[in-house]
Antibody, heavy 123, light 114 residues
C-alpha cells in the first residue's frame, strides 16, 4: 500500500522559507505514469494546488505563487520536496503531498494523499 | 482561468435519503478525442486528507461504496449519495484536471445529517 508522509518545521517566521519533504513508501517515486504534487488548505478553507513534479524533474507550478515556489525530487531517497519563499501569514495552512496520475505528460487527479502537516507562519 | 463552483454550499439529509451535490466548471472539461470528462470528486472528513471517490466524472475509485455515483458532462456534474450513511458526513470537493497543469478545486459542499 502506497504511503506518503510530509515532514518539516511546523512554524516558519514571516519572510523566511517554508521547506517540506514528502517521503513515499510502498512504491517507487520513479515509476512512470505519476506526478507528485503539493496541495495546501488554509484553516477552515478549501484546497489549493501548489505544484507538481515528475521523477525526471519536470515541474509545473501554480502561477499564483509566482516565483516563490520550487519543487525538487530525490529518487535515491524516494522523496520530493517543496520550498516556498518569503512566507506571510497568508501561507499558514495544512500542506499535503499527493500522487497524481499522469496523462499526456500532464498531472491529473490525485489518488494517494499524505496526512498533511500544519505550517504556521508567525513570528 | 477555469473556475469551479459547487452548489449547495451545505446540505442536511436524513439517514438513508439521497444527497445530491452539483459542480459546474466555467469551461468544458470534456476531451472530445477520448470522450472523457476530466473531473474528479473527493471526500474530506474532519482532520483527514481528501479521499478520491470518483474520477473521469463517473468512475468509482477502488473500494468506494457503490452508493456514491458521479454523472454529467461538459460543464455540469453531479455527485449522488444514494442512501446517506452516518460515515458520509464530510465536505465534498470537485476538481477539474482538463485545463492542466492547473488542477483546480471547487469550494466544497458540506454534508450533514438532518
Amino acid at each position: 500500500q502506497l504511503q506518503l508522509q510530509e515532514s518539516g518545521p511546523g512554524l516558519v517566521k514571516p519572510s523566511e522559507t517554508l521547506s517540506l519533504t514528502c517521503t513515499v513508501s510502498g512504491g517507487s517515486i520513479s515509476n512512470s505514469g505519476y506526478f507528485w504534487g503539493w496541495i495546501r488548505q488554509p484553516p477552515g478553507r478549501g484546497l489549493e494546488w501548489i505544484g507538481s513534479i515528475y521523477y525526471s524533474g519536470i515541474t509545473y507550478y501554480n502561477s499564483s505563487f509566482k516565483s516563490r515556489v520550487t519543487l525538487s525530487v530525490d529518487t535515491s531517497k524516494n522523496q520530493f520536496s517543496l520550498q516556498l519563499s518569503s512566507v506571510t501569514a497568508a501561507d499558514t495552512a495544512v500542506y499535503y503531498c499527493a500522487r497524481q496520475w499522469e496523462q499526456y505528460q500532464l498531472p491529473r487527479h490525485l489518488d494517494y494523499w499524505g496526512q498533511g502537516t500544519l505550517v504556521t507562519a508567525s513570528s | 482561468d477555469i473556475v469551479m463552483t459547487q452548489s449547495p454550499d451545505s446540505l442536511a439529509v436524513s439517514l438513508g435519503e439521497r444527497a445530491t451535490i452539483n459542480c459546474k466548471s466555467s469551461q468544458s472539461v470534456l476531451f472530445t478525442s477520448n470522450n472523457k470528462n476530466y473531473l474528479a470528486w473527493y471526500q474530506q472528513k474532519p482532520g483527514q486528507p481528501p479521499k478520491l471517490l470518483i474520477y473521469w466524472a463517473s468512475t468509482r475509485e477502488s473500494g468506494v461504496p457503490d452508493r456514491f455515483s458521479g454523472s454529467g458532462s461538459g460543464t455540469d456534474f453531479t455527485l449522488t449519495i444514494s442512501s446517506l450513511q452516518a460515515e458520509d458526513v464530510a465536505v465534498y470537493y470537485c476538481q477539474q484536471y482538463y485545463h492542466t497543469p492547473y488542477v483546480t478545486f471547487g469550494p466544497g459542499t458540506k454534508v450533514d445529517i438532518k
